[in-house]
């Protein structure tokens, strides 16, 4: 089966990339990239690739915690320090990517080429694995009330992999089709296993294309409503860490989610089911290997209320967003419940933002404790 679907990989590969112009998308999914938000503040041209867009993504961040029964911890931290180089060759058919990020432990996010055709695209190297929302629309350009985590606990350690993805998709957005196949290592590692990791995701919009933007101040008054769903799976591979599992464990593994969106006028809700099957360690390599079944699902729903101002006063938003999730019914896992207000100030045609959140947290996988509550002030830039 693992070698049916690679052929057919290749095969629709192959059909994607005919002549004309490009057919698909240039994201971690299906849309447009988070690169989109930076200003490019250099240019260079080459015979044989256009121009070259270099930009960065700052994000400092200052957090006090208040632990219910721990000491409070009080800090800051660089969340992200990213640099951004995008570019174009073959008259805009093809299209790369090089991201490292040099906050905390320096390592690299990105690094893909990908060639666009009449009926879709093709993508090869080190990039986002197709599986939940999130991945469709990246952490730092999605809606406030759309950030869920939940998906992260039922897919590959760290989401990404090196690997290649076939996608389409109508020019609007209204369709979404991508499927590839991986090592199954996660990022920043080239050792392929004996079986690839294998993943597809499909999703449908009404009203309009999946929203891409982090802030709502330039909403459109229509709503949009979208359907999605996926499925990965694979052996020997690595899992992201769970209870009962450790990061450096490999297991055969399967995961599905389904997931619905309904954004309009600032409100904005989201809900998923996710179920995973992990059978540890592997088959064969031990005569006490484990089933162990999980199944989780996320509610969430979020509100901005856009402010709109003028020199010398920035632009604001205010934001509000109450989620919970459950994990392993089957085995009464544990949940958790978030709750946020923040205000955000936008700065200098929105390349700089300051972020004052507000949150409690209770049954987070935390580590110290089951309740708390964290106040945030951060920055982000954009260029």
Not at 26 to 34: D, L, N, S, T, Y
Request: proline letters at 7%.
């Amino acid at each position: 089966m693992t070698s049916i679907f690679c052929t057919a990989l290749l095969v629709a590969s192959a059909a994607c990339l005919g002549s004309g112009a490009p057919g698909g998308g240039e994201v971690e999914g299906a849309g447009k990239p988070p690169v989109s938000i930076a200003h490019p503040t250099h240019e260079l041209a080459a015979p044989l690739f256009g121009p070259f867009t270099f930009g960065t993504w700052i994000q400092p961040l200052f957090e006090l915690r208040d632990w219910q029964d721990h000491e409070s911890t009080v800090g800051f931290r660089l969340r992200r320090a990213r640099l951004i180089v995008n570019g174009q060759g073959l008259d805009g058919r093809l299209r790369f990517r090089l991201m490292p990020d040099l906050a905390s432990t320096p390592q690299l996010r990105d690094a893909w080429i990908q060639l666009d055709g009449n009926a879709g695209w093709v993508r090869m190297g080190q990039q986002t694995v197709p599986f939940s929302l999130q991945r469709e629309v990246t952490m730092a350009r999605g809606h406030f009330g759309d950030r869920a985590l939940a998906g992260r606990r039922f897919e590959l350690s760290g989401g990404r992999d090196i690997g290649v993805v076939v996608g389409t998709g109508t020019s609007a957005g209204h369709l979404r089709v991508s499927a590839g196949a991986f090592n199954g290592r996660g990022p920043n590692r080239s050792d392929p296993s004996p079986f690839p990791l294998l993943a597809a995701r499909a999703g449908v919009a009404v009203g309009g294309p999946v929203p891409n933007g982090e802030t709502d101040l330039a909403r459109t008054p229509g709503t949009v409503v979208a359907l999605g769903g996926a499925l990965m799976g694979s052996r020997d591979s690595f899992l992201r860490p769970r209870p009962g599992f450790a990061a450096d464990q490999t297991a055969d593994w399967r995961s599905w989610t389904i997931d619905l969106l309904v954004r309009s006028r600032g409100l904005s809700v989201t809900g998923a089911w996710f179920a995973q099957s992990v059978t540890t360690p592997p088959p064969g390599e031990s005569p006490t290997s484990v089933e162990i079944p999980g199944e989780g699902w996320y509610v969430g729903a979020g509100w901005l209320l856009p402010i709109e101002a003028g020199v010398p006063v920035p632009d604001m938003e205010v934001v509000v967003r109450h989620s919970r999730a459950r994990w392993d019914l089957a085995r009464q896992g544990s949940g958790e419940r978030e709750s946020a207000i923040g205000l955000t100030l936008f700065h200098r045609d929105h390349a700089v933002q300051t972020r004052l959140q507000l949150t409690r947290e209770r049954g987070m996988l935390t580590g110290l404790s089951d309740r708390s509550t964290r106040l945030t002030l951060e920055h982000q830039l954009f260029m």
